[in-house]
C-alpha cells in the first residue's frame, strides 16, 4: 500500500535546470514546495571535485552521470512498418541522471533563438509561399514573440554568467558579434573566452570569405561575476573536461553553481532524491491533478498530494509521463489527431577533420566546451532558400572542446586501428588537428513522434517510451548545402590533408555515436489546443494545474543547443504562474 504525504502547494518533478529555477523563483512566495528527483543527491562539492571528477574511464565512457539504460530506456525504430527494439546502450544522446540533470554535464553554449526561429511557419510561407513547405512536415510558429521572451533571455545569461561579444544591442550592430542576432537590451555579462589557435585560423578564412565570425556565447565565466540570486561564480580555467562532467570550479553554469547555493536559505523547499515518479494523478474529471505517484530509494510506492504539478524533467521523460498519466490526447500519424508525443525532432551535424603538419600546435587540452568561433550566414532564414529545396539552416564553427584521451584522439581515416601504427598515428595527429563543425536545424514531421510502447517495460513494469524517428530529404538536404560551405572553409585554411564527414542522400539515423542530447518536441507549444498540449506559459491546455518544462515544448529543432530557450521559457512561466495563476488558478490562455 503506499505511503501517503502531506499535501503540499507545488510538486516539482525533476531537479536540472527548469525544475532548480522554477523552484527558485517560486521560493519565496511562502509556498511549500517539493522536488523529487530520480537520480542522487549531487553538489560541486564533494561531487565534483578535483581531481576526482576529470577520470574519463567514470564519467565519459561508462557514464556515470547518465541514465542507466539498464532500468529505464527508450525503443527505436525508422518508421511505422518496423518492431523497435529496446536501446541497449545510450550513444546518439545521453540523458542526465540525478539532481542538476543535464545543466551537469552540458559544454555551456548559450544561445538565443533567431527571430525567425521563432516565427519558422509563417516566415517561409512570407518569403517562398506554403507550397515550400513539404506536405508532410508539420512546422509551426512558437505561441509568442522575441520581444516578449527578451527580458528572460537576459535574466537567464546573467544567471549564468555568460561570456560572449554581443552582435546587437538595441538595434546597433556591434562589430565582432554576430551580425544576425536578435536585438537585445544589454550585452553578455561577461567578455568572450580566449580564442584557440584554430578559431583564429576559422576566422581569418571566414572573413576572407566575406563571413562575420564571433565568439560562441559561453555558460562558462571569464571573470568574476555574481549574479541576481547572489551566487559568486568562478572563472574558467580551461581545463578541458566539460562535456560529459561537473565543473569543480564553479564557472561552468549549472544548477549546482548558480542556483543550489541560493535555494539553500529557503526552509519552504524540500528536495527528495532517489523518486522515481510513475505518473501524475488526476481527480475524478480527468481535468484536474491531484499530485504524483513515485517510487523512492527504498522501493515504496509513495503518494505526493500537490496542488499544483510542475514537470521539469528531461524531454523524454516529460512525454512519457503525459502519456503515462492520460493528460492529453496521444498523437496518431496515421489520423494526425492528437498531441502528446507530436513533432519529435533532433539535431542534424556534419563536420570536417583537418590535419596539419606539426608548425601547427593546436593545444586541444587547454580549452572550455565553448572555445571557438562561429559563423552564422547559413542559419535558419539568414541566407535566401529559393531553389535550395530545404526548411532551415546551421551554424557552421572551429571548436575544440577537449584533449582527452580516450575519446578526442583524431586520426586520418587511412590510420591503423590499433597497435603501434594506432599510436604513432595519434603522436602525429594529437597536437595538429582542428575541426570544422555544423549544427543543424530539424523540422518535425508528421512520421516522427513518440508513443508507449506495447511490449517493453521498465524495471517497475511501465511501457517504455518508443520513438520513431528517422532522417528526412529536407534536413539531408540541407547538410549537404552546409557541407559545401564548410569544405570552402577548409580549403580557404588549406590543411596538408582534410575528411569530410556529411551525411549522404540516403543515409538513415544511427544511434550508435554521440551526436548530441538536443532531442525535442512531444509536448509542443502553441495557440491551440488542437496543435500543441501546453500554451505559451507552458501550462496544460486539458490540465491546468500541471505545467509542463523544457525542450519537450519546442514545436521543432532550431540549429542552437536549447539551453537557452529551455531555461528563459521556464522563467517565463515561472512569473505567470507567481504573477497570474496563483492569483486565480485557471487557464492563463483561453482554448
Known amino acids: 500500500m503506499a505511503i501517503k504525504k502531506a499535501p503540499v502547494d507545488v ?51 561508462r557514464l556515470k ?21 529496446p536501446y541497449r546502450r545510450f550513444g546518439s544522446f545521453l540523458p542526465g541522471n540525478g539532481v542538476g540533470g543535464a545543466g551537469v554535464h552540458w559544454n555551456g553554449m548559450l544561445w538565443r533563438p533567431l527571430e525567425a526561429d521563432l516565427k519558422m511557419r509563417s516566415t517561409v510561407v512570407e518569403k517562398y509561399g506554403a507550397d515550400f513547405i513539404p506536405a508532410d512536415m508539420t512546422v509551426q510558429d512558437y ?17 549564468c554568467g ?35 589557435y584554430s578559431g583564429l585560423l576559422f576566422s581569418k578564412a571566414t572573413k576572407a570569405l566575406g563571413y562575420h565570425p564571433f565568439p560562441i556565447p559561453a555558460a562558462n565565466c571569464s571573470e568574476p561575476w555574481t549574479n541576481p540570486y547572489g551566487v559568486q561564480l568562478g572563472v574558467c580555467n580551461y581545463c578541458g573536461f566539460c562535456e560529459r562532467y561537473g565543473c569543480f570550479n564553479d564557472s561552468k553554469a549549472s544548477p549546482q553553481s548558480c542556483v543550489l547555493p541560493a535555494l539553500a536559505r529557503h526552509k519552504n523547499i524540500e528536495v527528495r532524491p532517489h523518486s522515481h515518479v510513475l505518473r501524475v494523478n488526476m481527480d475524478a474529471s480527468g481535468k484536474k491533478a491531484t499530485g504524483v505517484t513515485y517510487i523512492d530509494g527504498n522501493g515504496q510506492e509513495v503518494e505526493q498530494p500537490a496542488d499544483l504539478v510542475v514537470l521539469s524533467a528531461f524531454q523524454l521523460h516529460n512525454v512519457r509521463l503525459l502519456l503515462l498519466s492520460k493528460i492529453g490526447k496521444p498523437y496518431d500519424p496515421q489520423t494526425g489527431e492528437g498531441v502528446v508525443g507530436r513533432n519529435y525532432a533532433y539535431q542534424m551535424n556534419g563536420g570536417v577533420k583537418l590535419f596539419f603538419n606539426e608548425d601547427h600546435n593546436f593545444n586541444p587540452f587547454a580549452a572550455t566546451g565553448t572555445s571557438g568561433i562561429f559563423i552564422d550566414e547559413f542559419n535558419a532564414e539568414n541566407f535566401d532558400h529559393s531553389g535550395l529545396g530545404f526548411v532551415g539552416g546551421a551554424t557552421i564553427s572551429a571548436t575544440i572542446t577537449g584533449g582527452r584521451p580516450i575519446q578526442q584522439m583524431s586520426t586520418p581515416k587511412d590510420a591503423p586501428k590499433w597497435g603501434s601504427g594506432w599510436k604513432q598515428a595519434i603522436k602525429k ?25 506495447p511490449t517493453y517495460k521498465d524495471l517497475h513494469g511501465q ?101 537557452g530557450i529551455v531555461c528563459a521559457t521556464a522563467l517565463f512561466a515561472a512569473n505567470a504562474i507567481r504573477h497570474q495563476y496563483l492569483a486565480h488558478p485557471g487557464p492563463l490562455v483561453q482554448a
Open 65 to 85: 552521470l547518465f541514465q542507466d539504460a539498464s532500468k529505464e530506456t527508450v525503443t527505436v525504430r525508422h518508421t511505422v512498418s518496423q518492431t523497435a527494439l
Open 162 to 196: 555568460t561570456s560572449g561579444q554581443a552582435g546587437n544591442v538595441k538595434g546597433e550592430i556591434i562589430e565582432g558579434g554576430n551580425p544576425f542576432e536578435a536585438p537585445r537590451q544589454n550585452p553578455y555579462p561577461t567578455k568572450p573566452l580566449k580564442t584557440q
Open 463 to 563: 511501457p517504455l517510451l518508443r520513438m520513431t524517428f528517422d532522417w528526412q530529404p529536407n534536413e539531408l538536404k540541407m547538410t549537404n548545402f552546409i557541407g559545401t560551405k564548410a569544405e570552402e572553409i577548409a580549403r580557404q585554411i588549406n590543411p596538408p590533408h582534410y575528411e569530410m564527414g556529411f551525411m549522404g542522400m540516403d543515409a538513415h539515423y544511427d544511434v550508435r555515436p554521440y551526436q548530441s542530447t538536443h532531442t525535442t518536441g512531444g509536448a509542443v507549444m502553441g495557440d491551440s489546443p488542437h496543435n500543441s498540449v501546453v500554451n505559451k506559459y507552458l501550462q496544460c491546455w486539458d490540465v491546468p494545474n500541471v505545467f509542463v518544462l523544457g525542450a519537450c515544448c519546442f514545436p521543432q529543432n532550431l540549429a542552437y543547443n536549447p539551453t
Open 143 to 159: 505561441p509568442f514573440s522575441y520581444e516578449e521572451m527578451e527580458p528572460f533571455f537576459d535574466k537567464f545569461e546573467k544567471i
Open 429 to 453: 595527429s594529437y597536437l595538429h588537428t582542428m575541426n570544422i563543425g555544423s549544427s543543424g536545424s530539424v523540422m518535425p514531421y508528421k512520421q516522427c513522434y513518440l508513443d508507449l510502447d
Open 11 to 61: 510538486v516539482i518533478v525533476g531537479f536540472g535546470w527548469t525544475g532548480s529555477l522554477m523552484a527558485m523563483e517560486l521560493a519565496d512566495s511562502g509556498l511549500n514546495i517539493v522536488a523529487l528527483e530520480r537520480g542522487e543527491m549531487r553538489d560541486t562539492w564533494p561531487d565534483f571535485a578535483y581531481p576526482r571528477i576529470m577520470d574519463e574511464l567514470t564519467y565519459g565512457i
